[in-house]
């Protein structure tokens, strides 16, 4: 199937663009952006089914919106996890009650989400998980915000730390991979819930401090934390089945978009070459030709998976893309400060207290993309499943002598 743009398809691109430099004015709140995009029916139109507030839109005018969303410089979204992530999760997975609980505040842009899975002891390897969360089946609180909960009696208690918690600290609720049958290992026994974040003195959100002297990650201690019995989605013990699902949703039509925001920093970079006089350096300028052919060979591969050469959730796809871009965006940052000589090591402002750690987009460029190869899954076990899925290698021994 080839993956073409139609003339309906760029008169929603017109639509888009228009709407984007309408609302587009000032620094809106993050949270305030989510619901103006939600008022604007942007939100949902990957979702297998409509009817939860939000408008489907086909393959082609996905990327659209994402391509103009990225062009745009829109806010970066906070709701992407919900909207990208645990909403096809439970259009697959999830029940009738559930979609109808869950689905319309996000496709409003009202509830923000984050994602509970990596542990200190179990980041790539999510089989490693130690979270446990134990049933009680007697009346318990049915969750933050005044929520109603549908379907089996009772709650689940859950202990334990996450890791690498993107949004953490904006979150109303997490969806948390946790260990629910005692004396379980690896796959089995884990179960997928859902849980408010607002449970003083049970949820813990601790900022983790990067290289860039920000914090966009997070540690998360839940002690005791209460989940509704109702809000276990694809049933006890299926756990893993649902994980996996949704890592699938993972990387799809957003690495469109991620791709025009790397072409932005590509750009900056030549730019920055051309003016310093480091293009005259034949193995700078290789480098940058190389960076420009693999971006391009990588849209090229996003748009085949995507028009169906490949299944987006298939076996191996969400690796192989992750390993391309992961790679790719970490040698950019080599080259943003390559190309800048020694002025790559002076801060763009006069060292003071108020403000210690300044960088410009370059230097911060560079110390982020460090975490490319690192978080959503590092390189070394993105190609053990590239090795065991696709290419059917024997798996990797564990434990004995």
């Not at 796959?187 to 003195?201: A, E, K, N, T, Y």
């Not at 020694?342 to 207290?353: E, H, L, Q, R, Y």
């Not at 490319?372 to 990797?396: C, F, H, M, N, W």
Request: charged content about 25%; overall charge neutral.
């Amino acid at each position: 199937m080839d993956f073409a743009f139609g003339p309906e398809d760029e008169v929603f691109r017109r639509e888009a663009r228009a709407w984007l430099e309408e609302h587009l004015t000032g620094a809106p709140a993050r949270r305030d952006w989510e619901r103006e995009l939600g008022k604007g029916g942007w939100i949902g139109l990957g979702w297998a089914e409509d009817g939860y507030g939000n408008r489907r839109a086909d393959l082609t005018r996905q990327v659209v919106w994402a391509e103009e969303y990225a062009r745009s410089k829109a806010p970066a979204r906070s709701g992407h996890i919900g909207e990208n992530l645990l909403a096809p999760t439970l259009i697959a997975h999830g029940s009738p009650e559930q979609k109808r609980r869950f689905l319309p505040p996000i496709a409003r842009g009202e509830e923000l989400w984050c994602q509970g899975y990596s542990e200190p002891g179990a980041g790539s390897d999510l089989a490693g998980i130690r979270t446990t969360a134990v049933r009680d089946t007697g009346a318990g609180p049915a969750g933050a915000r005044g929520d109603t909960v549908t379907g089996p009696a009772g709650t689940y208690r859950v202990t334990g730390q996450k890791i690498w918690t993107s949004l953490a600290h904006e979150a109303d609720w997490c969806f948390v991979l946790a260990r629910t049958e005692p004396g379980s290992v690896r796959h089995r026994g884990l179960s997928f819930l859902l849980l408010p974040m607002d449970q003083p003195g049970r949820i813990e959100v601790r900022p983790i401090r990067q290289l860039t002297g920000t914090s966009d990650f997070n540690e998360v201690f839940f002690d005791g934390a209460v989940a509704a019995a109702g809000h276990v989605v694809g049933g006890e013990g299926e756990g893993w089945k649902v994980a996996m699902s949704l890592l699938g949703f993972e990387r799809g039509v957003s690495t469109l978009a991620q791709q025009i925001g790397f072409a932005e920093e590509l750009g900056r970079v030549l730019r920055t070459a051309v003016a310093t006089g480091a293009h005259r350096d034949p193995v700078v300028r290789e480098r940058l030709v190389r960076l420009w052919a693999e971006l391009r060979a990588m849209r090229w591969n996003a748009l085949r998976t995507l028009g169906g050469s490949a299944s987006p959730g298939g076996a191996g796809a969400p690796s192989v893309a992750k390993l391309l871009w992961g790679g790719w965006h970490r040698r950019l940052g080599e080259v943003a400060v390559q190309v800048r000589g020694a002025a790559a090591a002076v801060g763009p402002g006069d060292w003071s207290a108020a403000r210690p750690y300044e960088l410009d987009a370059a230097q911060h460029l560079f110390l982020f993309s460090r975490a490319d190869t690192i978080y959503g899954g590092s390189d070394e076990i993105q190609r053990t499943i590239v090795a065991e899925r696709v290419l059917g290698l024997p798996k990797e021994p564990r434990g004995g002598p």
